[in-house]
């Protein structure tokens, strides 16, 4: 494990980087012979990020009033610590930012971390209320698009591929092709996980076969593709083949949520490659297998589907095989 130093700072620059490395780290935050030891940790194998802030005698650590944080209790070279951290791995940039203002109310404001954590908490709700221009599902769901978008550009010309992206339309499917759809699920996490968002999402229109595109994403670090590089990277590719194409790939992009205003320091790798199903051989909900007095009363249904166990299949309408990030 490496030891990095700096104190007070610690930028996710720095954070991201032992990330993308897969490299445990601790970053001490609080000073030495300070009365509270604070310290900033990057473990299991770089998965993973945690505030550990050290426990009064007596203090037991505080609850955690966010379903994603859990606060529990470590020792570290024998004294007992309390730690923040979550599993949500496609959280961990806000993440960051929430363990270094709780750090702060601790190091500065000579808060506990109970106080710290609850006053952060508080802080933020209003602004976590707010909807931000795309929030990290949506984000990583853009990336992967833009990167099948980039496949098709490749193999069948940038203005097709323009004309075949109808996520942003707010269609059924991502990708209408000449002879079949396509959906595109994207997921940071180890497994291919993915959220289905409605009963019809994973559901052929009629006429016409659907396949499912899993792309996994990794943190990175500086070697990594950040949304707005990949949205840059597109643009430029489909002005310098057709102009009136790119002003049409534009308009998708703001359709879909893009602003260049949004903050975008989150850097992205793949992990493996792409996975290309028939819809058909998917873990899926159907509508034939919701009873039709259920459906009546029930608006929407999301629902979470694991596809790891499965292998790509022969045939598809897309070829991945050069596939990357913009």
Known sequence: ?????GYPE?????????????????????????????????????????LQV????????????LPAVTIDQVRRDGIRMARIHTSHVALMRDFHDLLMAVADRVVTGERDLGQAFEETVHAWSRLLDQPRGLGVERRIGLHGELAVLGALARSHGWVPAIEA????????????????????????????????????QLTESAGRPLWFASLQL??????????????ASVVRDARAADRIASMRLEVALAAAGWSANDPDDERWALRSAPLLVPAEHLPRLTESMIPLSVREHVSSIDYRMDVTHLSSAPGSPVDLTDFRLP
């Open 1 to 5: 494990m490496t030891e990095i130093g």
């Open 54 to 65: 050290e426990l009064d005698r007596h203090q037991q650590p505080p609850r955690s009033s």
């Open 165 to 200: 992206w109808t996520g942003p339309k707010a269609e059924e499917h991502d990708f209408g092709l000449s002879g079949s759809d396509l959906e595109v699920k994207t997921t940071a996490s180890e497994r291919r996980r993915h959220t289905v968002h409605g009963i019809h």
């Open 218 to 231: 990794t943190r990175g670090g500086l070697g990594g593709r950040s949304l707005s590089d990949s949205v």
């Open 10 to 50: 610690l930028p996710w620059s720095t954070v991201e980087y032992y990330l993308g490395e897969r490299q445990a780290a601790s970053y001490p935050l609080s000073a030495p012979g300070a009365d509270r030891a604070v310290w900033y940790e990057i473990g299991d194998g770089g998965q993973q990020i945690s």
